[in-house]
């Protein structure tokens, strides 16, 4: 079975900074996704990334983007220029890419960020 | 709205209860998918349907639970004699295909008392 970790319950950034949230996962598939997703308080779970673990080349999307290092496992979401909207729970998770798994995922625990003014 | 929506928002019960949940997926996607999220913790998954047809249950998913999806379209599950530890956030999930993004639902908030 895959697992999923988050070792950062908390985060902090002042507002225009840069943060790192990390993510470690554990799987013997050759083949799969990874996702940041974003929950506002409050909100419903919005996709902010994903990432195809056959693709080198690291994702991004416009403030976000992914330090994806297949070897060692870890998949951390880098968000740039960080705003007050970005306050959130941020979850990162994974989907195996092979036929029986149906497309679920499986989440961290989470990291809750907190923006600065 | 276009969205996931689900029904109620909020649901407060007593131990022993049974409650029911409705999720209306987006319309055109047939992969509908269940989670429980507890306080402080990431999404667990429950079940999948693909159209009508219940593919996969988690064994999270206890003989109390069922779920069903009528015609492929909206989706329900019901929790018989609630425990408080089925107090919880209850989350659909809809996409087009496996391998597409899933949208989320504002999720269903149970409180069991």
């Known amino acids: 079975a895959q697992t999923v970790t988050q070792s950062q319950p908390e985060m902090s950034v002042q507002e225009a900074e840069t943060v790192t949230l990390s993510c470690t996962y554990d799987?013997?598939?050759?083949?799969?996704?990874l996702f940041w997703y974003k929950q506002p308080p409050s909100r419903q779970m919005i996709l902010v990334i994903r990432?195809?673990?056959?693709?080198?080349q690291n994702a991004t999307e416009n403030r976000f983007s992914v330090n994806f290092q297949k070897a060692a496992k870890s998949f951390s979401l880098k968000i740039s220029d960080s705003q007050l909207g970005d306050a959130a729970m941020y979850f990162c998770?994974?989907?195996?890419?092979?036929?029986?798994?149906?497309?679920?995922?499986?989440f961290g625990q989470g990291t809750i960020l907190t923006v600065h003014p | 709205d276009t969205g996931v929506s689900q029904d109620p928002r909020h649901k407060i019960t007593k131990r022993g209860q049974n409650v029911t949940f409705r999720c209306d997926p987006i319309?055109?996607?047939?992969?509908l998918y269940w989670y429980r999220q507890t306080l402080g913790q990431g999404p667990e998954f429950l079940t999948y349907?693909?159209?009508?047809?219940?593919?996969?249950k988690s064994r999270l998913l206890s003989d109390r639970f069922s779920a069903e999806r009528p015609k492929g379209s909206f989706s329900t599950l019901e929790i018989q004699r609630t425990e408080q530890g089925d107090s919880a956030m209850y989350l659909c999930?809809?996409?087009?295909?496996?391998?597409?993004?899933?949208?989320f639902g504002p999720g269903t908030r149970l409180t069991v008392l």
């Open positions: 999930a809809s996409s087009f295909s496996n391998y597409n993004e899933q949208f």
């Open positions: 349907f693909q159209n009508e047809a219940q593919l996969e």
């Open positions: 319309s055109e996607h047939n992969r």
């Open positions: 998770a994974y989907r195996s890419a092979g036929g029986t798994s149906y497309g679920k995922l499986t």
């Open positions: 799987t013997s598939e050759s083949d799969y996704y």
């Open positions: 990432q195809e673990a056959y693709k080198q």
